[in-house]
């Protein structure tokens, strides 16, 4: 592939608008069908369904821009999109087992990643080994004859646990082991996996890619041969596809990618320096924090951070911690992030929820989420709610 270049990407890339009257934005080819004019051009695109335009199922020309641009951004030679994030993992790890394979992951992925792991996939035999993958030595340790896929999630999105890529890349490559990556934290704008060797990158799209809080969609990134692959199986059995409306709104959020996230990186930055001196602060987790014990492999695989960082809070009450919270009126309190807006999930509202235990989490752990909105504006904020603590 040619260089890196970031603008083209954004601004041109896989946009052919001499076919649709020089528009500046793709249209929306809502089309579930296409015609042939002869039964050369018909057998030619059953031929390839993947890079011809035969039914929306397998591909349409507006999906097939986005496509274009998320392969380029993580560098890779294709990309298949999802109705969800999870639905991208998934078709990444079914596609790369079968029964009796084993598979290693880093122990704190995304919730629905374990339950793939854990609750579905046993059903059809193949098992799983969650290891510390902070350690490079226990991923070794957990490999087995039958293992055929290294899963990792770095950072994760509520401590930020780190693998180091090239390592595992090394490992996995030694052992004839497919790497997954799901790097939904970082976006490719700050982290690009496939530099380090890995061979599919996984985005929940919802979060920066799109960046509006709009859509749910997701992303795999990986060489022509992989995605062939997963196309013909996954992508083409299950179906779990990207509306073309859903893929032209993608598009527009791409366009400010870059300019989101730094935006988000400076202000959670902004935050935490603030944050770190206030004397009800206990900790602070995020992978450039002087604080992260794993700074500095964080420092020589990532280019930034981003706006998501977690907080734990010192007090010994739980009153006065709900009060805390409560008083937090500029951050939504909403799962999710990536998009416009400043979010909370405080840990404590996972306590006392009829029928469930507890979390391992401390009830003063806090994860944040920086918007775009200005950091003064939400600083003020936190200040005076933290008057209740
Ligand atoms: C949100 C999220 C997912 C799931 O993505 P959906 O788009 O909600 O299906 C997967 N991984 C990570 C790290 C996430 O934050």
Not at 97 to 104: F, Q
């Amino acid at each position: 592939m040619e260089s890196y270049d970031l603008d083209h990407i954004l601004t041109h890339l896989g946009e052919n608008r001499e076919q649709y009257f020089n528009a500046i934005s793709p249209p929306v080819i809502q089309s579930s069908n296409f015609a042939f004019s002869d039964l050369h051009e018909f057998r030619e695109a059953f031929s390839d369904e993947l890079s011809h335009h035969v039914y929306t199922r397998g591909n349409n020309p507006t999906v097939e821009i986005l496509r274009k641009k998320l392969a380029a951004l993580e560098k890779t030679e294709d990309a298949l999109v999802f109705s969800s994030g999870v639905g991208a993992i998934a078709a990444a790890v079914l596609g790369n087992v079968k029964a009796g394979d084993h598979i290693i992951c880093q122990n704190a992925p995304y919730s629905w990643t374990k339950a793939l792991l854990r609750n579905l996939l046993p059903r059809f035999g193949v098992e799983h080994s969650f290891v510390d993958a902070t350690d490079i030595q226990a991923i070794e340790e957990a490999v087995k004859e039958n293992t055929t896929l290294l899963f990792l999630e770095s950072p994760n999105t509520m401590t930020f646990d780190i693998q180091d890529l090239a390592a595992c890349s090394a490992l996995a490559k030694k052992h004839g082991i497919t790497t997954v990556i799901d790097n939904s934290y970082s976006s490719p704008i700050f982290q690009n996996p496939s530099d380090f060797g890995i061979d599919i990158m996984v985005h929940s799209g919802t979060k920066y890619l799109n960046g509006h809080s709009d859509v749910v969609f997701g992303v795999l990134c990986a060489s022509k041969k992989m995605v062939k692959k997963l196309f013909d199986s996954e992508l083409m059995t299950l179906g779990g596809i990207l509306a073309p409306h859903d893929a032209a709104l993608v598009i527009r959020g791409l366009r400010t990618l870059p300019l989101r996230i730094d935006r988000s990186d400076k202000s959670a930055n902004y935050l935490i320096s603030k944050l770190e001196s206030h004397p009800k602060v206990e900790k602070i987790w995020y992978p450039f924090h002087h604080s992260f014990p794993q700074q500095e492999l964080a420092m020589k695989q990532m280019r930034g951070c981003g706006g998501l960082f977690s907080v734990q809070f010192k007090t010994d009450s739980m009153e006065k911690m709900e009060a805390f919270i409560h008083r937090i009126k500029r951050f939504l309190m909403a799962v999710s992030w990536g998009g416009h807006e400043s979010l909370m999930i405080p840990t404590i509202g996972f306590y006392n929820i009829p029928g469930k235990q507890n979390p391992p989490m401390p009830y003063t752990f806090v994860r944040f989420y920086i918007g775009l909105e200005d950091p003064n504006w939400l600083w003020e904020d936190l200040e005076q709610a933290l008057t209740e603590l």
